[in-house]
C-alpha cells in the first residue's frame, strides 16, 4: 500500500443541521480510522515523520529524467529539481500533512 493511499477523508454531519465539517482520518497500516484531533501525541508526531521519511525516500529513488525531446527534458528536469529541493512540500502540499502539522501546532509540541 502507498503512504497516500492511507489518506482518507471524511464528512460528518455537525450537530444536527445540514451543516458538514471535513474530519481528517488517519487510516493505521492495521487498517484502523483514526481521526487526527483523536490521535495521541506520540502517534500524531510519528505519522508526521512517516509521512517526510516517505517523501524523502521517493525523492531519493526517483532518477534523473532522460528525455528525446528538449520541452519535456525542460520540464521533467524543472519537476525532478523541485522534487529534490523540497520532497515533503512537493509531496505532501495538498494532503493530511498540513493538518496534522496543524494539530500538532494547535497541541503547542
Known amino acids: 500500500m ?3 493511499e492511507r489518506i482518507i477523508m471524511v464528512l460528518i454531519p455537525k450537530g444536527g443541521n445540514d451543516m458538514r465539517k471535513q474530519t481528517k482520518i488517519w487510516v493505521t497500516k492495521d487498517k484502523k480510522k483514526v481521526r487526527v484531533c483523536n490521535m495521541s501525541d506520540k502517534h500524531l508526531l510519528n505519522t508526521i515523520k512517516y509521512l ?4 524523502q525516500d521517493t525523492a531519493d529513488n526517483i532518477s534523473y529524467p532522460s528525455f528525446y525531446g528538449e520541452i519535456a527534458q525542460d520540464i521533467s528536469e524543472d519537476i525532478y529539481e523541485k522534487i529534490q529541493q523540497n520532497p515533503v512540500g512537493y509531496f505532501l502540499d495538498d494532503s493530511i500533512y498540513n ?6 501546532n494547535k497541541r503547542g509540541l
Open 52 to 55: 517526510e521519511n516517505k517523501a
Open 2 to 4: 502507498q503512504f497516500h
Open 99 to 104: 493538518d496534522l502539522l496543524t494539530e500538532k
